[in-house]
Structures are given as structure tokens and as C-alpha cells.
């Protein structure tokens, strides 16, 4: 499956509890009617600091991610194309100021521990200067996902590739030009163990690592919540 993002900001007008509403309980349930969905999940910021690292952080200043799945690029076409999802696009500017897409090839390193992990955090990812999609990939993925993996008590590791940026025509209000190369899903119990992981040994390799292929990190700690 491919995952297609939003990286959302709320309406400065509204505060942040009337955004978490609108979202959930309006927005949601028009985009859980979107044809060919295979999940859904809305991932409220609820931390913005640089948790536990400290690498550069980027530009993004964003309220929340939308995850939503679809079987390939032809479905996710075709949800887009369909009246469910104008429906969704149309109420967006009741609680959305902007919305930046991407698409993403997700790979799960390490499996979520779904019983036990409820802290997430989220991170968008640009690479180096200089770099080329194909290098980013290839020390991303073919390097640093073995030494994520051995943190000790992560309960759950993913990397989304992105694929594609861009916006649709009348709908999505970005420009395809973003910062973001990839996004990384990682979970834990507790902050307890979230901040003993970055502290331990393998998080001074991986960290020492992505020096080499990062411009910078801007993390988040989201509330997940699942609609589809």
C-alpha cells in the first residue's frame, strides 16, 4: 500500500481544542467516506519541541498528519477524483489554514507493539544539500534503519519514503515544493522509555550517522487518533 499525508496547520482563529474537534468529529467522518480508503488516522501534535535530540530542526510548524492508505497511486487517483473527497477539501478551510501533501512508500522496520505503545512521535526529514533522492534512500533506508532498530524499548519503527509532492488542482492547497524527504513513525510505552532510547549507545551511532545525510529533524509528539 501507499500512504498519502497532510501536513496540516490549523486557522489561526481558532484555538487548538476547537481544531481537534472540527478534525475529528467533522472532517473525519467525511474523509472515512473517501472510496478505495484503507486506513485513516489523524495524528494531533501535541509536543513541538526538539524531544531528546539535537540536530537542526527544519521550518515545519504544524497542528497535525493525516495518514491515509490506499491499495496503489491508481486508487488514491481515483479517491481524489471522487465527490466524497471535495466534500472533504471543501470543509478543510473550516479548520485548516494549510495543507501540505505528500505521498509515501512506507516500510515498518519494527513492528508496532499496538497493545502496549501509545506515545508516538513523528519526525520530517530533509536531506543534505547536495544530496540525491537515490543517496538519501540508500543511507536511509539500506543503512540507518538497522541501527534505529536497535534502540533498546522502541516498540515500534516505520520509514516513509516520499514519493511523490504535489498538490491537486483546485483542491490541495500546496505548491509540491516542501521540505520533506522523509517521515519517520517511531513509538514507545512511555516518555520514559522515548528518552532512555535517545540516550543510549545506538542512538549515538544512528544519530552520528544521520549527520552525514540530513539537512535537519523537526520531531513531534502526536495524540493518534483512528478513524478508519
Not at 472540527?22 to 526538539?50: C, F, I, M, S
Not at 471535495?86 to 516500510?107: F, G, L, R
Request: charged residues 25%; negative net charge.
Amino acid at each position: 500500500m501507499i500512504v498519502r499525508m497532510g501536513l496540516l496547520k490549523k486557522r489561526a482563529d481558532i484555538n487548538t481544542d476547537q481544531f481537534r474537534r472540527h478534525w475529528r468529529e467533522v472532517h473525519g467522518p467525511l474523509a472515512a467516506k473517501v472510496p478505495g480508503l484503507r486506513a485513516y488516522h489523524q495524528n494531533h501534535v501535541v509536543d513541538k519541541t526538539q524531544l531528546a535530540i539535537d540536530h537542526a530542526r527544519g521550518s515545519w510548524d504544524l497542528d497535525g498528519i493525516s495518514e491515509l492508505w490506499f491499495d496503489d497511486i491508481d486508487s488514491m487517483n481515483s479517491a481524489i477524483a471522487s465527490d466524497a473527497y471535495k466534500a472533504v477539501a471543501a470543509d478543510s478551510a473550516n479548520c485548516m489554514a494549510a495543507t501540505s501533501v505528500i505521498v509515501a512508500k512506507q516500510t515498518d522496520v519494527v513492528p508496532h507493539d499496538r497493545a502496549n505503545a501509545t506515545i508516538k512521535r513523528m519526525s520530517i526529514l530533509e536531506r543534505k544539500h547536495g544530496l540525491t533522492p537515490d543517496d538519501f534512500r540508500h543511507e536511509w533506508l539500506d543503512k540507518h534503519a538497522a541501527m534505529v532498530a536497535k534502540f533498546p524499548a522502541i516498540a515500534g519503527y516505520s520509514q516513509n519514503l516520499v514519493t511523490q509532492r504535489g498538490a491537486t488542482p483546485g483542491i490541495d492547497s500546496d505548491d509540491g515544493d516542501l521540505a520533506a524527504d522523509g517521515i519517520v513513525e517511531m513509538w514507545f510505552r512511555n516518555t520514559e522509555d522515548l528518552t532512555a532510547a535517545f540516550r543510549s549507545p545506538a542512538a549515538e551511532v544512528s544519530q552520528r550517522h544521520a549527520l552525514d545525510f540530513l539537512q535537519n529533524i523537526t520531531t513531534f509528539l502526536v495524540d493518534v487518533h483512528v478513524v478508519v
